[in-house]
């Protein structure tokens, strides 16, 4: 790539947040568009389960979340067609397999039975299971199980799999993906105009899409006060392989609350069973460790008995990108010039569809969407916060 190139978007990520975008960029016409990245196809999606779980991963207070969450899931089918075609056939692992969460102890039932009182009183389709219910649709699962939630809607796909086919259709939509590390973002008479590169190049664009993910914020370059410090939470998971004599373990995805711990199991149907996840806030650590790995088989094991019969294939960690109300920052940041796409915590991969059609309508129209609006960056800025803190 030359140095001074001049593409009309210049994305700064090429995780799946940063890839989604460009490729939809790209489709709706606005065909230089350069992704900047020293791994493209890595980030917390490379080690995510690819639960696409909007109702079963409510928490009290996220409605803005939800309603987001759930235009995201409504589209996913579709825009994972449209991805295998355009990536030339490519799988992305997208499954309509419904969600189970269920409860081990009266303490964890009563914590599920408030959630599904709050799923009804918003008027989600979620219905209550006892126990013996539950162990009905998953025969594998332990017999103290007391009770729990089923939600036809909660879907899943495969994180990897949808990187390979997003790097694959940008490639093939005229996405250049340049492997370099944005060093430095440039600004010019108060507008972001681009970034030098790890490479020495500088690249001029006439827009700038920040999805760095945790790193978003570090950039330097970026001036204070216009991004909020996005902070990194550690996420460790374990995959696990069913053979085929054990096949099928589960039919569909598989939440839990274990004393208090929140978890979940999601089987492939390639007979991979993937187990997660840990939540810390231990800074950019992503050393996997031997307490993580024990917590999370402890509590497979407590829900799923047989499940410490299974080979154990892959330890991982990544970090999930939180912003201070762990909602995601969407759309054009108090900087001229600069967009952001990051802050998604724990539904990057939810997410992804409607991140792309939001914020690739904003950066070939300048119109930002009306789901987009809660969740604009600026509502971090200094003036807005003193506003609210005076109301």
């Known amino acids: 790539m030359p140095s001074g190139s001049h593409p009309d978007v210049l994305v700064i990520g090429g995780?799946?947040?940063?890839?989604?975008?460009?490729?939809?960029?790209?489709?709706?016409?606005?065909?230089?568009?350069?992704?900047?990245?020293?791994?493209?196809?890595?980030?917390?999606?490379?080690?995510?389960?690819?639960?696409l779980a909007p109702v079963t991963e409510l928490q009290y207070g996220e409605e803005p979340l939800l309603r987001l969450g759930m235009a995201s899931n409504e589209r996913y089918q579709g825009f994972a067609a449209e991805l295998t075609?355009?990536?030339?056939?490519?799988?992305?692992?997208?499954?309509?397999?419904?969600?189970?969460?269920?409860?081990?102890?009266?303490?964890?039932?009563?914590?599920?039975?408030?959630?599904?009182?709050?799923?009804?009183?918003?008027?989600?389709?979620?219905?209550?299971?006892?126990?013996?219910?539950?162990?009905?649709?998953?025969?594998?699962?332990?017999?103290?199980?007391?009770?729990g939630l089923h939600v036809a809607d909660d879907h899943q796909v495969d994180p990897r799999r949808l990187l390979v086919a997003l790097s694959a259709a940008c490639e093939r939509a005229g996405v250049l993906l340049h492997r370099a590390e944005a060093v430095e973002l440039l600004v010019?008479?108060?507008?972001?105009?681009?970034?030098?590169?790890?490479t020495g190049e500088t690249v001029s664009a006439g827009q700038v899409l920040l999805a760095a993910g945790p790193h978003s914020h570090r950039l330097p370059g970026l001036p204070e006060g216009v991004l909020p410090a996005i902070r990194p939470v550690k996420g460790q998971i374990l995959r696990l392989r069913v053979p085929d004599a054990y096949r099928p373990f589960l039919s569909r995805?598989?939440?839990?609350?274990?004393?208090?711990?929140h978890l979940y199991v999601v089987p492939r149907e390639n007979?991979?069973?993937?187990?997660?996840?840990?939540?810390?806030?231990?800074?950019y650590d992503t050393t996997v460790t031997a307490g993580g790995v024990y917590e999370?088989?402890?509590?497979?094991?407590?829900?799923?008995?047989?499940?410490?019969?299974?080979?154990?294939?892959?330890?991982?960690?990544?970090?999930?990108?939180?912003?201070?109300?762990?909602?995601?920052?969407?759309?054009?940041?108090?900087?001229?010039?600069?967009?952001?796409?990051?802050?998604?915590?724990?539904?990057?991969?939810?997410?992804?569809?409607?991140?792309?059609?939001?914020?690739?309508?904003?950066?070939?129209?300048?119109?930002?969407?009306?789901?987009?609006?809660?969740?604009t960056p600026t509502r971090f800025s200094p003036a807005r916060l003193s506003t609210k803190a005076s109301a």
Request: charged residues 25%.
């Open 15 to 51: 995780g799946i947040i940063g890839l989604a975008v460009a490729w939809r960029t790209a489709r709706r016409g606005l065909r230089n568009v350069i992704v900047v990245d020293p791994e493209h196809g890595h980030g917390a999606a490379g080690v995510a389960a690819g639960m």
């Open 85 to 147: 075609e355009a990536s030339g056939g490519l799988d992305t692992g997208y499954r309509r397999c419904g969600t189970i969460a269920v409860a081990q102890d009266s303490d964890d039932r009563a914590e599920l039975r408030e959630l599904h009182a709050f799923h009804r009183r918003l008027g989600l389709d979620s219905t209550w299971l006892t126990g013996r219910e539950a162990r009905k649709l998953e025969p594998m699962l332990a017999p103290g199980v007391r009770g």
């Open 188 to 198: 010019e008479d108060g507008r972001a105009t681009g970034a030098r590169l790890s």
């Open 253 to 261: 995805n598989v939440r839990a609350v274990v004393r208090g711990r």
């Open 271 to 283: 007979g991979e069973l993937v187990v997660g996840a840990t939540t810390e806030e231990q800074g």
């Open 296 to 375: 999370l088989l402890r509590d497979a094991h407590e829900l799923i008995p047989g499940i410490t019969e299974l080979p154990l294939v892959e330890t991982a960690a990544g970090l999930r990108p939180g912003s201070p109300d762990n909602a995601p920052l969407l759309g054009p940041t108090s900087l001229p010039g600069l967009v952001a796409a990051t802050g998604h915590y724990r539904n990057g991969v939810l997410l992804t569809p409607v991140t792309a059609d939001l914020l690739s309508e904003y950066l070939t129209t300048g119109e930002l969407p009306d789901p987009a609006q809660p969740f």
